[in-house]
């Protein structure tokens, strides 16, 4: 197998952590909404005459929740689009470049 490095490394490396890390901020952000689902629904069950008010803090704070998510999205898509592709010039140049290096392993 060719070795990783350069250009192939890099790229490899950037998608790897664009997503994991949006994948780890959705897991925990969907953990996160249960609970504060499951919390709510208990609390609604204990006093039903605070169900607005109950409802009222879980919206709220399924948004807060939920707005974290979206700053993953959007840092991982900084990561990958602004910070990390190469441009199509450096692309050609590292496949023109490793067009003759052996494939042995």
Same mark, same amino acid.
Request: proline share 3%; no cysteine; glycine share 14%.
């Given at each position: +197998?060719?070795?990783?490095?350069?250009? /192939? &490394?890099?790229?490899?490396?950037?998608?790897? /952590? $664009? %997503?994991?890390?949006?994948a =780890?901020a959705?897991?925990?952000?969907?953990?996160?909404?249960?609970? !504060?689902? /499951?919390?709510?629904?208990?609390?609604i069950?204990?006093?039903p005459? $605070? $169900?607005? #008010? =109950?409802?009222?803090? +879980? =919206?709220i704070?399924?948004?807060?929740?939920?707005?974290?998510? =979206?700053y993953?999205?959007?840092? /991982?898509?900084? !990561?990958?689009?602004? !910070?990390?592709?190469?441009? %199509?010039?450096?692309? +050609? #140049?590292?496949?023109?470049?490793?067009?003759? $290096?052996?494939? &042995?392993?």
């Amino acid at each position: +197998m060719q070795n990783l490095n350069g250009l /192939s &490394g890099y790229l490899i490396m950037l998608a790897a /952590s $664009a %997503g994991f890390g949006l994948a =780890i901020a959705a897991g925990f952000a969907a953990m996160a909404q249960g609970r !504060i689902g /499951s919390a709510a629904l208990e609390g609604i069950a204990r006093q039903p005459e $605070a $169900a607005g #008010r =109950i409802q009222t803090a +879980m =919206i709220i704070a399924l948004a807060l929740v939920e707005s974290l998510a =979206i700053y993953a999205l959007l840092v /991982s898509l900084i !990561i990958l689009f602004v !910070i990390g592709l190469p441009t %199509g010039a450096e692309v +050609m #140049r590292a496949l023109t470049a490793g067009a003759g $290096a052996p494939a &042995g392993g």
